[in-house]
């Protein structure tokens, strides 16, 4: 009788064990409803039609970061099994997730290839006794419930267990070898931005976080294309800005003639030095390790920088992979900033302090204001870190008025300008403003359900807006999901799309 345990740790104290169920008493695993939506692929799958085949269930929701990180994890472990098929089950945190065409948008941003199932009513979830984002349960070829575990890097920990098992299988029989897994392929958005991240004005110009064209655009107020930074091909390499390759860019920040930015699919944060037009690297190894106490940028590792702000010599680093604030400075060197390290909502010093996927930054010079995502909340550093919007992970909705009623949405962008602090508030699909010296916050833009639609504030619509700037009186809008930027003109209180020519 064989019994497989690997055990793996995720920093800085979750301890995941992964085992298989006692060949006593095994566990076949519940069967999928017939009620249930299937994205991603042209049928419906029940465990009986996999049978022969490894199952692995991913349990996911789209605005968790540690999810967001197990993609590429589960592309290695499809391409290295082909007897293992591997099915999404996508279980909203948030009411803005529980949409199925925001989740078809999130498969293709995430380059998700697999089956999904929609489990917004937690169906599944409660079957399999899941507890967190993200989970797996790993089921054999004859439908028994080999073991589960939850976290990052599963592919780690799946491997040597599929080494064993595959060999174990083939011998009794049961494991067929047959056609490849279902995989979906997507293609690319057509038009000239594809699920744009941040926005930020330097000098005359916009410089756009074309996040899934892998560039950074340098565009014109009035839309003419004026520089590209990155090739547009997904990945990593230093040169020239023709040739120099990003993934999925987000947060940008500007200090003379070099543009930093946080180059989120990598895990590093780059410099482009807009006379030579080369891009370099900053900080960041390439790997998604939970950082540890800082040093020399090259050598520390980073998890999924955000967004990025200069303030007073040092460039401040939204780590969302780590729920910390980070920041480099003029030397190269990064260090923790703000954040035990450990998710949630908790205000006091600097080191105490606990923060939930901070993915906005802003300042007024002095203080570092900034969203934090999963704790939908806006949150300021002036010597602490202090709470002005937000109570707790699962503190959320669409309210306005006084900062302790009020109520965000998984927000992801913000911009001080004049006392007051613009947010994206991303899922509720509305631009607010939070109106330092009242105390209150109320809508800018945005009717509050997801759509696209210029004209006054009131009636405009947005889709997932997530980064904004100002220059002069127009706010500039990363409308995320419409793939375009949007512009609000604080003076006519009107909303316009910016027309992108990237013909240069």
């Known amino acids: 009788m064989m019994q497989i345990c690997k055990t793996a740790m995720n920093p800085p104290a979750t301890t995941r064990v992964i085992c298989t169920q006692s060949r006593a008493n095994p566990m076949i695993a519940p069967e999928f409803p017939e009620d249930l939506v299937w994205l991603n692929t042209d049928r419906r799958y029940t465990l009986r039609d996999l049978r022969g085949r490894f199952v692995l269930i991913d349990f996911w929701t789209y605005c968790c970061i540690n999810c967001m990180h197990v993609v590429t994890d589960l592309k290695m472990l499809e391409e290295r099994y082909p007897e293992l098929v591997v099915i999404g089950v996508h279980t909203a945190k948030f009411e803005n997730e529980m949409r199925v065409e925001n989740i078809e948008k999130a498969i293709m941003r995430y380059g998700i290839e697999h089956p999904v199932i929609v489990d917004s009513d937690r169906t599944l979830w409660r079957a399999y006794g899941i507890r967190a984002w993200p989970s797996f349960v790993l089921i054999a070829p004859d439908g ?185 400075d003029l030397e190269g060197m990064v260090e923790p900033y703000a954040g035990s390290g450990i998710e949630g909502l908790a205000d006091g010093p600097l080191e105490q302090a606990r923060l939930a996927q901070p993915s906005g930054l802003t300042t007024d010079g002095n203080r570092i204001y900034f969203v934090d995502s999963e704790s939908s909340s806006l949150r300021v550093i002036d010597g602490d870190v202090r709470t002005l919007i937000g109570r707790d992970l699962f503190y959320f909705g669409d309210i306005d008025g006084d900062f302790g009623r009020a109520r965000l949405q998984h927000p992801l962008g913000l911009f001080y300008k004049e006392g007051s602090i613009y947010v994206a508030d991303t899922y509720n699909h509305r631009i607010k403003k939070a109106d330092l010296s009242s105390g209150s916050i109320h809508t800018t833009a945005g009717t509050g359900s997801p759509g696209f639609a210029d004209g006054p504030g009131a009636q405009a619509a947005f889709n997932e807006p997530s980064g904004l700037t100002f220059l002069g009186d127009s706010l500039f809008i990363a409308d995320t999901n419409n793939h375009a930027v949007r512009i609000y003109d604080q003076r006519s209180g009107d909303v316009s799309t910016m027309r992108i020519d990237t013909k240069k």
């Open 144 to 328: 028994e419930i080999l073991g589960r575990t939850s976290g990052e890097g599963i592919f780690s920990i799946l491997m040597p267990i599929m080494e064993q098992l595959i060999p174990e299988y083939e011998k009794r029989g049961s494991l067929h070898h047959g056609k490849p897994a279902p995989r979906a392929t997507h293609k690319g958005v057509s038009g000239a931005l594809s699920f744009p991240g941040k926005v930020i004005s330097g000098g005359d110009n916009i410089f756009i976080a074309d996040s899934n064209n892998n560039r950074i655009l340098i565009v014109s107020p009035d839309g003419d294309l004026m520089d590209v930074i990155g090739s547009g091909e997904r990945g990593y390499s230093d040169g020239d800005f023709s040739e120099a390759r990003l993934f999925r860019p987000q947060g940008i920040a500007i200090v003379g003639d070099v543009v930093y930015i946080a180059d989120t699919g990598n895990h590093m944060v780059r410099a482009a030095d807009l006379r030579r037009r080369t891009l370099v690297r900053m900080a960041g190894t390439g790997k998604s390790r939970h950082p540890g106490l800082g040093g020399r940028g090259a050598e520390v590792s980073l998890s999924s920088p955000w967004d990025l702000v200069f303030v007073q010599d040092h460039l401040y680093i939204a780590m969302a992979g780590s729920h910390q604030i980070w920041r480099m």
